[in-house]
């Protein structure tokens, strides 16, 4: 048996870059319970734009890269967190940016 990883040979931040809008389209196309699992609050939560002070012109939900133990590698993920008790939710970026893709916006033929 080979244990095999996928390997990122570059971190191309813009690959993951999706908006606010995109981000919200996303939560309610699949959808997400709006509810805190931890504390039960509903609709309360906090989603940070932005990547750094090199990304001044990027309002897009901020990138994160969750780092493997003892690894190199890593996973993207945008965070929301609670407005209430601070519970943290992560979401896989290649995942909703595939689901984007998967999903355009439908334009209006007027």
């Not at 931890?38 to 939560?45: E, F, I, L, T, V």
Request: hydrophobic share 35%.
């Amino acid at each position: 048996m080979t244990d095999t990883k996928s390997h990122i040979e570059i971190y191309d931040d813009h690959r993951f870059q999706v908006s606010f809008d995109e981000f919200i389209r996303f939560l309610e196309g699949v959808p997400v319970n709006p509810v805190c699992a931890n504390c039960g609050s509903a609709g309360k939560w906090a989603l940070a734009t932005g990547n750094g002070e090199g990304e001044k012109d990027f309002s897009g939900v901020t990138i994160y890269r969750m780092a493997y133990a003892n690894d190199s590698l890593f996973r993207p993920y945008y965070s929301m967190s609670c407005r209430t008790c601070g519970t943290m939710r992560h979401f896989n970026a290649e995942l909703v940016v595939n689901w984007l893709k998967d999903h355009p916006v439908e334009q209006s033929h007027e």
